[in-house]
């Protein structure tokens, strides 16, 4: 398995001025992978711009191009997982030879790497192999990698020898175009004044704009009602509401809860059936993540846990993200509620 999602192609990216140095790259660089100077390509921009759905298109349009070549797409989060996987288990040969033989790395969201030496060491090494035998390597990050503290100045420059180019938010004309393919892709038609109105008030980034579409359609089909400005508006002030909320433990169980069709009582309860110890220690996981709050207070909010049962869960939930790639899209899932 290469890990690329289908659904993410050149075809369905909207090309604008915020993004068009980068697109154009992407393309050239599936085109002929390994062979432009574009080695390794580093896309950068913050949430929700469009890196991954870049990186994973140009991945797809390789694999769709030429058969022989292997493409793997991987988060760094789940390739560090990956290699501590591998060192508990004493196959770090095995991983680092996995990732030699392919010919296309892409690795998303590389400012994960940061501050963990031992997984940079290896992907140093893995980078020097594949770029020595001219393999394509394509990495995506959240800012330009003069900011990205925490990693070794040797895979900084590494970066560098290729090209850089950035995402940007989209400006108001790639709004439109993004809203308008969007629709169309769900049959949906819209009256442009509602389109406008959408894309002056949702500015910030794709995935935002994304949501607000959703909740749109959400809004019209449930009370059946046509999609005017005038619904347009009241979807946005609630999606503006909703925003304040912070995350909480509670909000946290029950949406795992939801997901697992348990109740939030099974989840506190002290059964170790495995319909309720895994979404336990996943609701556990992200407390950790998306909360303040110390570890002892986690466990005391799950029946009274103790602080080591809490750290021995997220630790489970780590290794099993490395190992199965069910649990890591549950997580990937999951976390999309609370962003
Ligand atoms: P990032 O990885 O930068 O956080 P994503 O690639 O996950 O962002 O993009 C967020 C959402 O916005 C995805 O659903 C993606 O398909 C969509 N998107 C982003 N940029 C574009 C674009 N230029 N055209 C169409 N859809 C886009
Ligand atoms: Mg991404």
Same mark, same amino acid.
């Given at each position: 398995?290469?890990?690329? $999602?289908?659904?993410?192609?050149?075809? $369905?990216?909207?090309?604008?001025?915020?993004?068009?140095?980068?697109? +154009?790259?992407?393309?050239?660089?599936?085109?002929?992978?390994?062979?432009?100077?574009f080695n390794p390509l580093m896309v950068?921009?913050?949430?929700?711009?469009?890196?991954?759905?870049?990186?994973?298109?140009?991945?797809?349009?390789?694999? $769709?191009?030429?058969?022989?070549?292997?493409?793997?797409?991987?988060?760094?989060?789940?390739?560090?997982?990956?290699?501590?996987? +591998?060192?508990?288990? $004493?196959?770090?040969?095995?991983?680092?030879?996995?990732?030699?033989?392919?010919?296309? =790395?892409?690795?998303?969201?590389?400012?994960?790497?940061?501050?963990?030496?031992?997984?940079?060491?290896?992907?140093?090494?893995?980078?020097?192999? =594949?770029?020595?035998?001219?393999?394509?390597?394509?990495?995506?990050?959240?800012?330009?990698p003069r900011e990205l503290q925490g990693?070794? @100045?040797?895979?900084?420059?590494?970066?560098?020898?290729? =090209?850089?180019?950035?995402?940007?938010?989209? @400006?108001?004309?790639?709004?439109?175009?993004?809203?308008?393919?969007?629709?169309?892709?769900?049959?949906?038609?819209?009256?442009?004044?509602?389109?406008?109105?959408?894309?002056?008030?949702?500015?910030?980034?794709?995935?935002?704009?994304?949501?607000?579409?959703?909740?749109?359609?959400?809004?019209?089909?449930?009370?059946?009602?046509?999609?005017?400005?005038?619904?347009?508006?009241?979807?946005?002030?609630?999606?503006?509401?909703?925003?304040?909320?912070?995350?909480?433990?509670?909000?946290?169980?029950?949406?795992?809860?939801?997901?697992?069709?348990?109740?939030?009582? @099974?989840?506190?309860?002290?059964?170790?059936?495995?319909?309720s110890v895994y979404p336990r220690q996943?609701?556990?996981?992200?407390?950790?993540?998306?909360?303040?709050?110390?570890?002892? +207070?986690?466990?005391?909010?799950?029946?009274?846990?103790?602080? #080591?049962?809490?750290?021995? #869960?997220?630790?489970?939930?780590?290794?099993?993200?490395? #190992?199965?790639?069910?649990? @890591?899209?549950?997580?990937?899932?999951?976390?999309?509620?609370?962003?």
């Open positions: 398995d290469t890990y690329l $999602n289908q659904n993410y192609s050149f075809d $369905n990216f909207i090309e604008g001025d915020c993004n068009r140095l980068a697109r +154009s790259a992407g393309f050239a660089v599936a085109q002929r992978p390994g062979l432009t100077s950068y921009g913050g949430v929700g711009l469009g890196k991954t759905h870049l990186v994973q298109a140009i991945g797809n349009y390789i694999r $769709n191009h030429f058969n022989e070549k292997v493409v793997m797409y991987v988060s760094s989060e789940k390739f560090t997982n990956q290699f501590i996987n +591998s060192i508990r288990n $004493n196959v770090l040969q095995d991983f680092t030879d996995f990732y030699m033989k392919v010919d296309v =790395l892409v690795i998303d969201d590389v400012q994960f790497l940061s501050g963990k030496e031992k997984t940079q060491d290896t992907f140093f090494h893995i980078f020097n192999h =594949l770029h020595q035998l001219g393999k394509q390597i394509i990495m995506t990050s959240d800012r330009p990693l070794q @100045d040797r895979l900084l420059s590494r970066f560098k020898w290729g =090209l850089t180019a950035d995402l940007q938010t989209p @400006d108001f004309e790639t709004r439109i175009a993004i809203i308008q393919k969007k629709l169309q892709a769900e049959g949906i038609f819209i009256e442009n004044d509602v389109i406008e109105y959408v894309a002056h008030s949702v500015n910030s980034n794709v995935r935002e704009l994304e949501g607000v579409i959703i909740s749109l359609m959400a809004q019209a089909s449930l009370t059946r009602r046509e999609i005017d400005v005038e619904l347009a508006k009241n979807t946005l002030r609630n999606i503006v509401l909703n925003e304040e909320k912070e995350v909480t433990i509670d909000t946290i169980q029950e949406v795992v809860a939801d997901h697992f069709e348990i109740t939030v009582a @099974d989840m506190k309860s002290k059964s170790r059936k495995k319909e996943l609701a556990m996981f992200l407390a950790k993540e998306y909360t303040d709050l110390p570890l002892k +207070s986690i466990g005391y909010h799950f029946g009274g846990r103790d602080h #080591s049962t809490v750290i021995h #869960s997220i630790q489970s939930i780590n290794e099993l993200m490395g #190992s199965d790639p069910d649990v @890591d899209e549950t997580v990937q899932k999951l976390r999309s509620y609370f962003k």
